[in-house]
């Protein structure tokens, strides 16, 4: 199984044309595997994936990143090549929150860019510690809202959840897939090389543990969702770092919410990727990519020398 996830990860690198460096060690007591691109001198950025998502599922954007960074895109726990860990609710988004932390301390004032539930941690890693980033791209993320999406919040219901959770532990199918792909777009033949993405998702699925370790994932922030300690809509006002925000008009994670975070936060802008769902950088890789480097360009003195909102 790790072959097939290895080989099918470096097919979507080779067809967006990028050259990665592959990557293992153990950080936080897991089996950690990324991939590095670019520059080993450049400023770094760190790609941190959505649930159900992998570094390889950033393909068709780190050859443009690597023009001006050295790129970092790591599979978390439970994802890609990353070790699955037996991790139980309510206690797995504090493990993920650790082992970010000590993920994160091999690298200097990096760039975070998190889509989805990797928005959601980079959010809280920098609101609980104010660590040395010289700043945040969220893509669709999650914690921006009062509360998770309704299917995250099923997952503790005590009849229903127990349903989500026997569901979870079965293996997953094509077909299965490609609705949930349909649910995230607008359009998935955007997305460019689809197919082979989704053979390569659904490989990565198929681990043993994987779907289950994913409700975990669920339910941990559906259990903490109203804990001070994992919420930080509300006090948007102190990610005083700067911030792109990046979303899909159409993504299921309220644009409204988005737009209320640029106003509360005091360094935010906002891009909205037209005709997009919560995958949007993957239906319209061209225009994150303009949006992030039109973002960097006035912005490079300041996020090259670290975080000046800590002086």
């Known amino acids: 199984m790790s072959d097939a996830v290895r080989r099918g990860g470096d097919d979507l690198y080779r067809l967006a044309g990028v050259e990665v460096e592959h990557h293992e ?5 897991i089996a950690t595997h990324w991939v590095t691109a670019g520059p080993a001198d450049a400023p770094h950025v760190v790609l941190l994936h959505g649930s159900g998502g992998s570094a390889a599922l950033w393909y068709p954007v780190i050859a ?7 790129v970092i895109a790591v599979d978390m726990p439970g994802h890609g090549e990353t070790a699955i860990p037996l ?35 980079a ?8 660590p040395a980033l010289s700043g ?12 998770p999406p309704g299917f995250v919040m099923a997952t ?26 349909r649910r995230l777009t607008v359009d998935p033949y955007r997305i460019p090389h689809g197919q082979a993405a989704l053979h390569y998702a659904l490989i990565t699925a198929s681990r043993p543990g994987a779907g289950r370790f994913q409700f975990e994932v669920y339910r941990s922030v559906a259990i ?35 737009r209320q975070a640029e106003g509360e936060m005091p360094d935010a802008r906002l891009e909205v990727l037209l005709n997009t769902g ?6 319209d890789p061209a225009r994150f990519n303009q949006a992030l480097a039109a973002w960097l360009e006035p912005n490079t003195a300041t996020l090259r020398r670290g975080p000046a909102y800590e002086k």
């Open 123 to 130: 959010l809280l890693h920098f609101a609980r510690r104010r």
């Open 224 to 258: 903490n969702e109203a804990d001070p300690g994992y919420k930080v809509w509300g006090r948007l006002n102190e990610i005083a770092c700067p911030v792109l925000l990046v979303w899909g008009e159409r993504d299921y994670f309220p644009l409204r919410y988005a």
């Open 156 to 181: 503790r219901h005590p009849v229903l959840g127990m349903l989500l959770g026997l569901a979870a532990g079965q293996r997953p199918t094509r077909r299965r897939l490609e609705r949930t792909i």
């Open 136 to 147: 945040m791209v969220l893509v669709d993320a999650g914690g921006l809202g009062p509360r």
């Open 25 to 29: 060690e153990q950080v936080s007591g």
């Open 278 to 283: 919560h995958l949007s950088y993957l239906e």
């Open 64 to 70: 443009a990143m690597t023009e001006r960074r050295h």
């Open 87 to 121: 991790w139980q609710s309510p206690d797995t988004i504090e493990r993920m929150l650790e082992w970010l932390e000590e993920f994160l301390l091999g690298f200097q004032w990096p760039l975070l860019v998190g889509h989805s539930l990797g928005g959601y941690l």
